[in-house]
């Protein structure tokens, strides 16, 4: 791996290097490169959502370094892509949880997939292009243990505002009703503040905020919300990462 880099700053100045070349030497990712909870956690079999807690890695950094953004993440953008590649359920463009997570109890919802979605779109990788055309295949179901069997229960669509999140990842322009369920999601995400759902709507309105007024001027509104909550979005953060230790909940985030 090459040296790490520098990470976001904190408002105080401090910087906080969240690479996940640092994040590993530091004990906060395993050997894999998935960022864990637990310090020094084995890379098997891998914590259930180390795809969505690396993508919020990801996408922290995205949105807190200004316009040299591309350039301080080249390195981790390919090994991202490698690692996603490790889990995927080929030829289908599914996520498995870890490389070894691979038994029937462990099937995936849709949590991992917000931070996997919003931190290939800030860094321009194709997958959700790939997972796009999955969706779209097999009628917004996405099974990892049975590709091509349609079951309510993993039916992504039932989320609202998950396919027009979706679509802007993979490069498609929402619809309006597609709009209308993103920013119903997202206004509702102003009132769900447990430090989870702050994980997922974090990566969420990354994207989407991007995309319209409407959802920047809620986004806005849910920072206040979180601050207003916890003091930083860190610290919302910190309920799922067992305190204030983990680098993730360190800083108030943009």
Same mark, same amino acid.
């Given at each position: +791996?090459?040296?790490? @880099?520098?990470?976001?700053?904190? #408002?105080?100045?401090? &910087?906080?290097?969240?690479?996940?070349?640092s994040l590993y030497e530091n004990g906060w990712a395993n050997e894999d490169g998935f960022v864990c909870v637990d310090h020094c956690a084995p890379a098997r079999p891998g914590e259930g959502n180390g795809?969505?807690?690396?993508?919020?890695?990801? &996408?922290?950094?995205?949105?807190?370094?200004?316009?040299?953004?591309?350039?301080?993440?080249?390195?981790?953008?390919?090994?991202?892509?490698?690692? $996603?590649?490790?889990?995927? #359920?080929?030829? *289908?463009?599914?996520?498995?949880?870890?490389?070894?997570?691979?038994?029937?109890?462990?099937?995936?919802?849709?949590?991992?997939?917000?931070? &996997?979605?919003?931190?290939?779109?800030?860094?321009? $990788?194709?997958?959700? &292009?790939?997972?796009?055309?999955?969706?779209?295949?097999?009628?917004?179901?996405?099974?990892?243990?049975?590709?091509?069997?349609?079951?309510?229960?993993?039916?992504?669509? #039932?989320?609202?505002?998950?396919?027009?999140?979706?679509?802007?990842?993979?490069?498609?322009?929402?619809?309006?009703?597609?709009?209308?369920?993103?920013?119903?999601?997202?206004?509702?995400?102003?009132?769900?503040l447990a430090s989870d759902a702050c994980m997922r709507n974090y990566c969420y309105n990354s994207v989407v905020a991007e995309?319209?007024?409407?959802?920047?001027?809620?986004?806005?509104?849910?920072?206040?919300?979180? @601050?207003?909550?916890?003091?930083?979005?860190?610290?919302? *953060?910190?309920?799922?990462?067992?305190? +204030?230790?983990?680098?993730?909940?360190?800083?108030?985030?943009?």
């Open positions: +791996m090459q040296s790490p @880099r520098a990470g976001p700053k904190l #408002r105080s100045g401090t &910087v906080i290097n969240l690479g996940l070349q795809l969505l807690q690396t993508g919020l890695a990801l &996408v922290i950094r995205a949105k807190n370094q200004g316009t040299g953004i591309k350039a301080d993440l080249l390195s981790d953008k390919w090994r991202w892509e490698a690692m $996603l590649s490790r889990c995927m #359920r080929q030829p *289908f463009c599914v996520l498995f949880r870890s490389p070894w997570k691979r038994n029937p109890d462990d099937n995936q919802d849709w949590d991992d997939y917000y931070g &996997v979605l919003a931190s290939c779109f800030h860094l321009s $990788l194709p997958y959700p &292009v790939a997972f796009l055309g999955h969706c779209k295949r097999f009628g917004w179901c996405v099974n990892v243990q049975e590709p091509e069997k349609w079951t309510l229960k993993y039916w992504f669509a #039932r989320s609202p505002g998950f396919v027009g999140f979706a679509k802007i990842c993979g490069g498609e322009a929402p619809t309006r009703l597609n709009w209308l369920g993103i920013w119903a999601a997202q206004f509702v995400s102003c009132f769900t995309r319209s007024s409407i959802s920047r001027r809620i986004n806005k509104f849910w920072f206040k919300r979180v @601050r207003a909550r916890y003091g930083t979005v860190g610290a919302a *953060f910190s309920g799922y990462f067992k305190g +204030m230790e983990h680098p993730l909940t360190k800083g108030d985030w943009n």
